[in-house]
């Protein structure tokens, strides 16, 4: 394959906050030419003096207060290439309504922020008349991986992508097992920043089962941190749960002790003997700087999608950041704080944990990968489920190894478009084997008032997705009651299964 850098010499970075800069530094080592520019000059200024004490660079790295500037700092490039790495909406659009005058045909701007798929179609209308491409680019990992190789997911004009896929192959992380890039065309229009925000979605129904294993451990089982990291190190090094990054780095977390000195990075100064798994809440959906969770709970009720372990997740964020209501509310309701455990085998039930924790992953995965599937059918997308799958391999939050070795050979191997992924018999198979211990962990979390929303959407949603008759029967008597709804009968021939229309009865059960 050719030399990218033959081809793409000199970038521009928007954004100089923690990721933006170390995209840059990324960027310098692979021996590109960086313009950083920033609405915060203070914040290129940092940049620059960060870059002053790395030792890796090869390509020049540059800091521009004036955006003008910044934008003609690219005038020699055959075609002007930047990243967006700034926060979604307004943010986005001001700098576009900046530099637009600036851009020629042929110039290509990659939104690497967290952006709502329908904006970065508007953009790419927007710009249609100008020549130029916006390509809505999902980047995953944080900013440790942004400098080190993240996972993306390009989409937008195809001739675009491919431009500069050769640039974001040699950047992105690399497949460990196979070695292959994780990026790669996902399709047109807004293709790649929806399945970034499904990726948010499932990390964060992820997210929540972990921190709800570790709150059973640690506030019921009693668990002090360091051996609750053991536990967790252990489930990342083998079996369902190996090589999982969400738990690998809870690993981390309960074992790291805070510094006597702190540093300016952020950490805390205290006793060196505490850990730093005491922080108080999450905040970013209440301070809306974090829009993709909720977007991913819109489009699942959009399309149709059950998607309770994702959703749930996100509304036990919401609460979370709400703290000040939640001190008032809990001197009206009273409830009773996470019982310490008695008369119970702390071995077997951790193992009930660790089988009930994979569970709800896979149920995160059933429902994100649903919703691209859908979603692609719905936008004519044509998206590949088996590259998601490989992009999600290294780089990014919701790296789990085993899941990805069943899922990914599956797509690969299957002709066939799949919109339900509880029908692949590896992956229903799993979900039975682990519904006992996920039921196991719920109802002991309840007993002992402990918080097992995500855990406890996974265990609803296995027995609703795999009910015959559901409660909900009698729910559509009463709206047949109320609205003349309708309703079908069960064994009826064209009527059970059926499709999802207005039933062929009506019984009038009070005259009107």
């Given amino acids: 394959m050719a030399d990218p850098l033959r081809q793409i010499k000199h970038i521009g970075i928007v954004g100089a906050g923690n990721m933006g800069t170390e995209m840059t530094f990324g960027f310098s080592e692979q021996g590109l030419a960086v313009s950083l520019w920033d609405i915060s000059g203070e914040n290129v200024d940092q940049a620059l003096e960060m870059a002053k004490n790395e030792k890796n660079l090869k390509g020049e790295v540059k800091g521009y207060h004036d955006i003008h500037e910044f934008v003609k700092s690219l005038k020699d490039a055959e075609r002007k290439v930047f990243i967006f790495s700034i926060t979604h909406g307004y943010p986005a659009d001001s700098v576009l309504d900046k530099i637009k005058d ?28 100008k020549g130029v491409k916006w390509i809505g680019m999902g980047v995953s990992g944080g900013y440790q991986s942004a400098r080190r190789g993240p996972s993306m997911s390009p ?9 500069v896929l050769p640039l974001l192959e040699k950047f992105a992380a690399k497949d460990p097992k196979s070695g292959k890039p994780c990026v790669a065309n996902i399709g047109p229009r ?25 709150s059973l451990m640690h506030k019921s089982l009693g668990m002090e941190l360091d051996e609750i990291g053991k536990v967790f190190e252990k489930w990342n090094s ?33 006793d060196p003997h505490r850990s ?62 996470p019982q310490k455990a008695s008369d119970v085998d702390k071995e077997a039930f951790v193992e009930d944990l660790r089988k009930a924790v994979y569970a709800s992953f896979l149920c995160a995965f059933c429902q994100g990968l649903e919703l691209i599937a859908r979603a692609s059918k719905d936008e004519d997308w044509n998206i590949d489920l088996a590259t998601c799958i490989q992009i999600w391999r290294a780089g990014c939050i919701i790296q789990e190894d085993h899941i990805a070795n069943m899922l990914q050979p599956i797509f690969e191997s299957s002709n066939e478009r799949m919109m339900n992924m509880k029908l692949i018999d590896e992956v229903s198979a799993d979900l039975h084997k682990n519904y006992e211990p996920l039921k196991k962990v719920v109802l002991k979390g309840t007993e002992w008032d402990n918080y097992v929303p995500s855990l406890s959407a996974s265990l609803e949603y296995l027995k609703y997705e795999g009910g015959t008759m559901l409660a909900t029967q009698f729910m559509e008597a009463e709206m047949d009651f109320f609205g003349a709804h309708a309703f079908d009968k069960a064994n009826v021939k064209g009527e059970d299964p059926g499709k999802a229309t207005k039933g062929a009865h009506h019984y009038e059960w009070r005259p009107a």
């Fill in 276 to 337: 730093h798994a005491d922080t108080l809440k999450v905040v970013q959906d209440d301070d809306d700087s974090e829009g993709t969770l909720y977007w991913t709970v819109m489009e699942a009720a959009r399309r149709h999608i059950s998607a309770p372990t994702i959703a749930t997740g996100h509304f036990f964020r919401v609460a979370s950041g709400a703290r000040a209501q939640r001190l008032r509310v809990a001197k009206k309701l009273k409830m009773p704080q």
């Fill in 238 to 270: 083998e079996g369902e749960l190996e090589g999982t990054y969400l738990v690998q780095i809870a690993s981390e977390i309960c074992t790291r002790k805070k510094s006597p000195q702190g540093d300016q990075h952020g950490e805390e100064k205290g």
């Fill in 190 to 214: 807004g293709s790649g920043h929806f399945v970034k925000m499904v990726h948010n979605g499932i990390e964060n129904g992820m997210l929540s089962t972990v921190c709800e294993a570790w």
């Fill in 102 to 129: 600036d851009l020629k045909e042929g110039d290509i701007i990659l939104d690497g922020g967290n952006e709502n798929y329908k904006n970065t179609e508007r953009r790419q209308k927007e710009l249609e008349s």
């Fill in 155 to 163: 989409g937008g004009d195809p001739e675009a992508v491919n431009t």
